[in-house]
């Protein structure tokens, strides 16, 4: 288990990113035991938060910025993330593999958003987990997030065998609570294979 005391210091001390750090730690407890992935973990701060509160996971830090991954050893002191670069579009992965999937802030910025979550859904085991984040406020004009949200949605129903829309998010060890939705700061999707 990894160290993230000086880090969670620091991630509070920043509201701005407390919620965006609190998503890694609630969805971290959805996920069954086994391998998961956070797809677009740039420097590996949500892997580190995730494997904090579920020692029962092993989570892969996968971006296709390499300069991120590398940087990723500068901030977390301890080297037990597993990282690995690649475009999500082609996860170097087998068919039924991991058992959790968080895409925090990723899905919104890919080529191909569809490509993405086809691959996800064929790297999930049967019965696991894909937490999809979204930012709601901060997406430029050309990305309408209802359609994204309806486009997401359209694509749960196709691939998984249910998924669900959470109102709201919470952080237990500050007491924090966010709600959730398209009306919201942040959307949010956790769909099952």
Same mark, same amino acid.
């Given at each position: 288990?990894?160290?993230?005391?000086?880090?969670?210091?620091?991630?509070?001390?920043?509201?701005?990113?407390?919620?965006?750090? +609190?998503?890694?730690?609630?969805?971290?407890?959805?996920?069954?035991?086994?391998?998961?992935?956070?797809?677009?973990?740039?420097?590996?701060?949500?892997?580190?938060?995730?494997?904090?509160?579920?020692?029962?996971?092993?989570? !892969?830090? $996968?971006?296709? =910025?390499?300069?991120?991954?590398?940087? +990723?050893?500068?901030?977390?002191?301890?080297?037990?993330?597993?990282?690995?670069?690649?475009?999500?579009?082609?996860?170097?992965?087998?068919?039924?593999?991991?058992?959790?999937?968080?895409?925090?802030?990723?899905?919104?910025?890919?080529?191909?958003?569809?490509?993405?979550?086809?691959?996800?859904?064929?790297?999930?085991?049967?019965? +696991?987990?894909?937490?999809?984040? !979204?930012?709601?406020?901060?997406?430029?004009?050309?990305?309408?997030?209802?359609?994204?949200?309806? =486009? !997401?949605?359209?694509?749960?129903?196709?691939?998984? +065998?249910?998924?669900?829309?959470?109102?709201?998010?919470?952080?237990?060890?500050?007491?924090?609570?966010?709600?959730?939705?398209?009306?919201?700061?942040? $959307?949010?999707?956790?769909?099952?294979?």
């Amino acid at each position: 288990m990894i160290e993230i005391v000086p880090l969670w210091n620091q991630i509070q001390k920043r509201p701005d990113i407390l919620m965006h750090a +609190s998503i890694y730690q609630w969805a971290a407890k959805i996920f069954q035991p086994g391998w998961v992935m956070d797809l677009g973990s740039e420097m590996g701060i949500g892997a580190a938060l995730m494997e904090s509160v579920n020692e029962e996971i092993e989570v !892969i830090a $996968y971006d296709i =910025n390499l300069v991120s991954l590398q940087a +990723s050893t500068e901030c977390i002191e301890e080297k037990v993330i597993k990282r690995i670069q690649g475009d999500g579009a082609f996860l170097p992965l087998g068919s039924n593999t991991l058992t959790g999937i968080c895409l925090v802030n990723t899905i919104h910025i890919t080529e191909d958003p569809e490509k993405i979550l086809y691959e996800c859904c064929r790297v999930l085991k049967p019965g +696991s987990h894909a937490v999809i984040c !979204i930012p709601t406020r901060q997406l430029p004009v050309r990305w309408h997030i209802k359609t994204l949200s309806e =486009n !997401i949605h359209n694509l749960a129903v196709e691939l998984f +065998s249910d998924f669900f829309l959470p109102d709201h998010i919470s952080n237990k060890l500050t007491g924090h609570r966010w709600e959730v939705g398209l009306d919201a700061d942040l $959307y949010v999707t956790v769909c099952m294979k």
